[in-house]
């Protein structure tokens, strides 16, 4: 049982190169989040798929893209990479109850460095 | 004022204690909110959901609501080493926005 698969685990980029990072989920949720986790900040919301078809922005949103390729998978990518955005990257999927969100589920993480 | 504020500890407190962590939010609307534990260097992990007011236990963990005072606690009762973690807090804020508190570290000394 895979939950949420993040790739790649670990990269290294020099400013202003782009890259994409992918997220998988193959619980069936219908929405999926980006997350930021920098030391002492906790996680910021970069984007957010309410269901397919569908992205919002999230709290630090610049700087960034996103795509629902489908249910499954929500990619965010990095135009041209900055310092600024050396961080730990989070994928993470929930279902949406009665309440609001239900429990998110998150990947294990993207550790992106930029020199 | 931050949207979610926890301290950030770190909260010692010795084997076999009660461990008391603490988060306030600032959106009255807010209807889910959620404990999660992190060890270093690891994803977050579910701990504890709650919607309603009260109390609401699960083995070793209680989590309380108060959406009059606009706080959301966690208890860990029978404190292990192994619960040495940090701990975020999480509030949905109507939609499907969630806005996590930095977290608080928790040591248990055994």
């Known amino acids: 049982n895979a939950g949420v698969t993040q790739t790649p685990k670990f990269q290294v980029l020099k400013t202003g190169q782009s890259m994409t990072l992918q997220c998988a989920q193959d619980m069936n949720h219908n929405s999926m989040y980006w997350y930021r986790q920098d030391p002492g900040m906790g996680l910021r919301l970069i984007y957010y798929?309410?269901?397919?078809?569908?992205?919002d922005k999230g709290e630090v949103p610049n700087g960034y893209n996103v795509s629902r390729l489908n249910k499954r998978e929500f990619s965010l990518r990095l135009e041209s990479a900055a310092p600024s955005q050396t961080s730990v990257y989070f994928c993470a999927s929930s279902e949406r109850g009665a309440y609001g969100n239900q429990p998110q589920h998150f990947g294990d993480g993207t550790r992106l460095s930029i020199l | 004022q931050k949207e979610v504020e926890q301290n950030s500890g770190p909260l010692s407190v010795p084997e076999g204690a009660i461990a008391s962590l603490n988060c306030t939010y600032s959106?009255?609307?807010?209807?889910?909110f959620f404990w999660y534990r992190q060890y270093s260097g690891k994803s977050p992990e579910l701990i504890m959901f709650i919607y309603s007011n009260g109390d609401k236990e699960d083995g070793r963990f209680t989590a309380q609501l108060n959406k009059a005072s606009q706080y959301v606690s966690l208890l860990i009762r029978d404190s292990q080493p192994s619960d040495s973690a940090t701990y975020l807090c999480a509030v949905t804020t109507g939609g499907f926005k969630t806005i996590f508190g930095a977290g608080t570290r928790l040591f248990v000394k055994a």
């Open positions: 959106d009255r609307g807010s209807q889910s």
């Open positions: 798929s309410a269901s397919e078809g569908t992205t």
